[in-house]
């Protein structure tokens, strides 16, 4: 039987279920091409079917296991060209919404942006990581918020989603939290200055700085 340990953290029992599953194909407990019961897992995990089918449908959404009917589901191994894929798609839509965000944007969006990114700050200081996390997702969603593009904003939340369930965090590949507050930095700067070009370009350049990290995390040999 499998270990697997349900995170008291996660925003709800789904979500839970899905870091659980995740955590134990990273440490090997789920071995990837085995098919496993949902049954199994609820016991395992001590939740209903219901969390258990809902969270393995987010993990199916993100590549990482496959839903067989009537059967459980089958772990599938990480692909870097996931993550590949799903920074192309954030470098279509993120970086020319800062140009917007930076032109267009209202000053009270500019005040919260100013506002998310000494909130990262803080975090740094402080070594609060979730913090900082959920600071970074405030900045880049007021971003496309302050650019008039509040239905990208939410294709974005849920490629971040997708991709946290991938894979570590570009600072398992010692990435500091420090270094990814800089990488922001220019991107708010430019947008207050309202200096679009510029802030396209830091934000690309963050974005490419963060999907190279993250395939080199996939592309590790494990052990």
């Not at 949902?38 to 809902?54: F, H, I, K, T, W």
């Amino acid at each position: 039987m499998p270990k697997l340990v349900l995170p008291a953290d996660a925003p709800s029992l789904a979500d839970a279920v899905a870091q659980a599953v995740r955590d134990g194909v990273a440490t090997g407990e789920l071995a990837p091409g085995t098919t496993y019961s949902v049954y199994q897992l609820a016991d395992l995990l001590g939740v209903s079917r219901s969390p258990a089918r809902e969270g393995l449908l987010r993990l199916a959404e993100a590549g990482l296991v496959e839903i067989r009917r009537n059967r459980g589901f089958r772990v599938l191994p990480p692909q870097a060209q996931d993550i590949e894929e799903i920074i192309g798609i954030r470098l279509a839509l993120e970086p020319p919404a800062a140009r917007q965000a930076a032109v267009h944007g209202a000053a009270e969006q500019h005040a919260a942006i100013r506002a998310a990114l000494d909130a990262m700050a803080a975090a740094v200081a402080s070594g609060d990581e979730a913090s900082f996390w959920a600071a970074d997702r405030s900045l880049h969603d007021l971003l496309l918020h302050a650019a008039g593009k509040p239905r990208t904003a939410g294709i974005v939340e849920r490629l971040r989603g997708t991709t946290a369930l991938l894979g570590p965090p570009t600072t398992a590949s010692g990435r500091t939290l420090r270094e990814i507050h800089a990488e922001h930095q220019p991107v708010v700067a430019a947008v207050l200055a309202r200096d679009g070009e510029a802030a396209e370009g830091a934000m690309r350049a963050h974005l490419e700085a963060t999907r190279d990290l993250l395939v080199a995390n996939l592309r590790r040999p494990v052990g």
